[in-house]
């Protein structure tokens, strides 16, 4: 497969998969619950970037609320030296305490958001952020207008190269589509979640389609079973309401059938799981890119090699189609 595609309307070239990295925040708090991804090594993470980067990975997606700020600190220091190479996007809108680790509340005022972006600047150790996102999935007509307008105005002062929205709802992303510098949707996107109306809107209005939870929370990786359970310290085991793929910290029976069922598409031509469920992605759209989180060298270098393989073909994008359908009560994941 081709290696890199393009962000949207803005003619930057970025690798045809990025890294997420929630989980190397490490841990912080919302509602009182983990909404991290337990503990994680600073080292690893930075070794886990390099590596990603002698692989052709470019694109490096974070928010100021992973980790309270540790996130982007972290992203800075394995760029130190190497920010040229790198497309970062990051994402504002939820406030929260860095020394207590807490996400708080929100604010998408104006003064706020030019707070919040030199506050990623500095902690990213860059001039400038390649694609700022508001990390809030819905607003008011009048609120949109204005973080857009705010927005256009920073990328006006070279704060930032370009914009989007993290959001579920289709309603929003196509709030924006006439705004110059709007270059992506972020969004769900995996083969228990499927967007078809964003990708849509993405595929119009040449946009970039950035893809959180493109193995589903690490479900589609393969790694749990029926007796797997994940620890309160991590948000899949901390009992948030909207985590779809694991309840009370267990897989889902209904989405470990629904994988069982395609298990054998998705291993095909020598592909790992994880491999398999990325080349979905790529299958939906040619503005599909995947953000896969990471806490290890190792996972990433499994994502990497998912490239070597490219797309499902459309057959098999088919096969499984008519395969889930089969599986009553589907789930899909809430924002």
Known sequence: MESQRILGRTGIPVS????????????????????????????????????????????????????AGHSETVLGQALKGRRHQAVIATKFGYTFDPDSRRAEGCDVTPDYIRRACEASLRRLDTDYIDLYLLHVGMLSPAQADEVAQTLQDLQALGRIRAFGWSTDDPGSARRWTAKPHFCAVEHDLNLFHDASELIAICDIHSLASINRTPLAMGLLSGKFNADSRLPVDDVRGSGHEWVAYFENGRPRPEFLERLAAVREILTSKGRSLTQGALAWIWGRSPRTIPIPGFKTATQVEENVKAMDFGPLSLEQMQEIERLLSLKPGKIVASA
């Open 16 to 67: 045809a998969m990025g890294l997420g990295c929630w989980a190397i925040g490490g841990p912080f708090w919302l509602d009182g619950k983990a909404d991290g991804w337990g503990a994680v090594d600073d080292q690893e993470s930075i070794r886990a970037v390099h590596l990603a980067m002698e692989a052709g990975i470019n694109f490096f997606d974070s928010a100021d609320v992973y980790g």
